[in-house]
């Protein structure tokens, strides 16, 4: 049920980019992208629509491939503040004819000097 | 600045007794959720509420109920806490769901830690 990111944790130097991929065994409306820093509530950055591909931020763009119900967060020059765990979010409708947000376990990303 | 307040960010209760976790929303959205967070486990829903007296289970219902008696306020109830109860949790709110939460997204709360001993 819940997506599978990967990878788990990565340790950037400041300037580097990464890549968190997600990817889910069931059919998706949507993928949300969010960050939460420790002790802190998760963020939202980005969401990817059915059809269409949403960039929320200038360094932090994402990608969605509806046929293989993959998403992909990309950071680029990556900055100590990208620090945190980054989590997708896939959106479902269920079967009452809701939408259901499911998230995976998290990326731990640090970016060190 | 928009928010979802919980009541309480720390919580120590005994096995066996009824608990309730509050959150409110200053953003009039129509839908509300709680998840719990535990490490290595990422966010799981619990229950969801798209409306008023609306609610709909989430993936991890059991041992829990909820109550949405106004729009801005939904709380989750724990029947009899038990110790694998305990836990963080989070509860979000959004204006939609479907192509509707592209606005904004969900907004969450800074969490109740509850412990159950």
């Known amino acids: 049920q819940q997506p599978v990111q990967s990878p788990q944790a990565v340790i950037l130097r400041e300037g580097e980019d990464a890549v968190i991929n997600c990817s889910s065994s069931?059919?998706?409306?949507?993928v949300h992208w969010y960050r939460q820093k420790h002790g802190e509530a998760p963020v939202f950055l980005m969401i990817l629509l059915k059809g269409g591909e949403q960039k929320g931020h200038e360094k932090i763009s994402a990608s969605f491939n509806e046929k293989k119900q993959q998403s992909s967060l990309y950071l680029t020059a990556s900055q100590l503040s990208y620090s945190g765990t980054y989590f997708c979010g896939t959106e479902i409708l269920s079967g009452a004819g809701s939408y259901q947000l499911t998230f995976g376990k998290g990326t731990k990303l640090s970016v060190i000097p | 600045d928009v928010k979802v307040t919980q009541s309480s960010r720390y919580l120590v209760k005994r096995t066996g007794e009824k608990v309730f976790l509050e959150c409110v929303q200053d953003?009039?959205?129509?839908?509300m959720f709680w998840y719990r967070q535990d490490p290595g486990l990422g966010l799981r829903l619990i229950y969801f509420s798209y409306d008023v007296k609306m609610k709909e289970k989430g993936d991890i219902p059991e041992g829990y109920s909820v109550s949405r008696e106004k729009k801005e306020r939904f709380s989750l109830i724990l029947e009899s806490a038990s110790t694998n109860q305990t836990s963080m949790y989070l509860c979000?709110?959004?204006?939609?769901?479907?192509?509707?939460?592209?606005?904004?997204?969900?907004?969450f709360g800074s969490g109740t830690r509850l412990t159950v001993v």
């Open positions: 979000a709110s959004s204006r939609g769901t479907g192509g509707a939460s592209r606005i904004g997204g969900y907004t």
């Open positions: 953003m009039d959205h129509e839908n």
């Open positions: 069931k059919a998706l409306y949507s």
